[in-house]
T-cell receptor
Framework: GDSVTQMEGPVTLSEEAFLTINCTYT??????LFWYVQYPGEGLQLLLK?????DKGSNKGFEATYRKETTSFHLEKGSVQVSDSAVYFC?????????????FGRGTQLTVWP | GAGVSQSPSNKVTEKGKDVELRCDPI?????LYWYRQSLGQGLEFLIY????????KSGLPSDRFSAERTGGSVSTLTIQRTQQEDSAVYLC????????????FGEGSRLTVL
């Protein structure tokens, strides 16, 4: 079945450090891939997405590239800020499905110190 | 409303009691999802509504769990005879188009079963 595995947290970084959060997936079909972010006290919100191989999703300085050959969608940011402290979730959706269910990873807690 | 609204935000109940959790989606969003987030776990899919019907309720963990949606709007998730393992944050999300994978989440209802 479809599933997502993302790196264990928590991740603690100093401001302006480089961030990578690893995400790999297993899918029976041809999925679309997503990163969602949950800031403290808020609901999850879509951060970026990619719908086909080699696509790069980007938003707010974050990037992730859809790598079909390695079944990965790692999240990166060149210089994190304190305001990036949040929980990050990798997710996939089977594009062949009419039901629209998203499969989520366990989430990675990121804390950025000034 | 401006966003997905869930109530109550916190619920503490005794084992064996029934609980109802309410979700008010964004106006006009035809698709509605319930997920569960347990400590240390990812988001576990429970049920998906399109309008008032539920084409995918495969994630409901037992027959103690049920959900309905009326008027293509508000949804209620009911847990009967609650158990301690039901303790979790229950998240509701809505969208106009499941195919985009962009879900709009509420802040969740935290359920604690003593």
């Amino acid at each position: 079945g479809d599933s997502v595995t993302q790196m264990e947290g928590p991740v603690t970084l100093s401001e302006e450090a480089f961030l990578t959060i690893n995400c790999t997936y297993t899918a029976t079909g041809y999925p679309s891939l997503f990163w969602y972010v949950q800031y403290p006290g808020e609901g999850l919100q879509l951060l970026l997405k990619a719908t086909k191989a080699d696509d790069k999703g980007s938003n707010k300085g974050f990037e992730a590239t859809y790598r079909k050959e390695t079944t990965s969608f790692h999240l990166e940011k060149g210089s994190v800020q304190v305001s990036d402290s949040a929980v990050y979730f990798c997710a996939l959706r089977d594009r062949g499905s009419t039901l629209g269910r998203l499969y989520f990873g366990r989430g990675t807690q990121l804390t950025v110190w000034p | 409303g401006a966003g997905v609204s869930q109530s109550p935000s916190n619920k503490v109940t005794e084992k064996g009691k029934d609980v109802e959790l309410r979700c008010d989606p964004i106006s006009g969003h035809t698709a509605l999802y319930w997920y569960r987030q347990s400590l240390g776990q990812g988001l576990e899919f429970l049920i998906y509504f399109q309008g008032n019907s539920a084409p995918d309720k495969s994630g409901l963990p037992s027959d103690r769990f049920s959900a309905e949606r009326t008027g293509g709007s508000v949804s209620t998730l009911t847990i009967q005879r609650t158990q301690q393992e039901d303790s979790a944050v229950y998240l509701c999300a809505s969208t106009t188009d499941p195919g985009t994978g962009e879900l709009f989440f509420g802040e969740g209802s935290r359920l604690t079963v003593l």
